[in-house]
């Protein structure tokens, strides 16, 4: 996997990310599995013209801007108001209020063939710490990247309801899709 040199914005509509959530506890059939997606995001991978130097990569989300893609499970489906009802139930606990952004920067890549892993330094609701996300390049040639994150290692408390019956799983996927110019 190799790009040009140079530096290469990423952002909508030419890539995604992605944040999927599960439900756990007793009740969780009551609740839904989320795919949410960030409408507002940028970031940018840059590619050192001499030979062998390492890329670097930075993304910043607003967080303010995730919306429900899809509901999975449940009781019955997720209607319209139900999504906005997520939305607007999910920026407490993410504090977007005082940090409404996530921001990732990369500390080292790992390019192998057509995978590569990209580790960094991850800030989330006002605390930082490392996360590492493993890309592969598909046959059509988009680029995706897996990532878990746990949501109380930011400091961020899982969403529960029914009395605690009802609660979203710790750890939270992050997809990411990139269309790139990538060389072969």
Known sequence: MRLDPGEHTLGPPSA????????????????????????????????????????????????RSLFVVAGSGGVKPLTDGDKDDIRAAMQKPL??????????????????????????????????????????????GTVVGHAEIVQSTWGIKPYTGFLGALKLRDAVDVDVAVDVPLQV
């Open 16 to 63: 995604t990310v992605r944040l999927r959530t599960y439900r756990q506890g007793i009740a969780s059939k009551a609740g839904h599995d989320l795919v949410l997606e960030a409408a507002s995001w940028h970031g940018t991978i840059v590619v050192p013209e001499e030979p062998g130097a390492p890329p670097s990569v930075t993304a910043e989300i607003d967080l």
């Open 95 to 140: 504090r977007t209020g005082d940090h409404p952004t996530a921001t990732f920067r990369s500390t080292e890549v790992r390019v192998g063939g057509d995978q590569a892993a990209i580790l960094g330094e991850l800030t989330l609701a006002g605390q930082t710490h490392p996360v590492e996300l493993e890309v592969r390049r598909e046959g059509d």
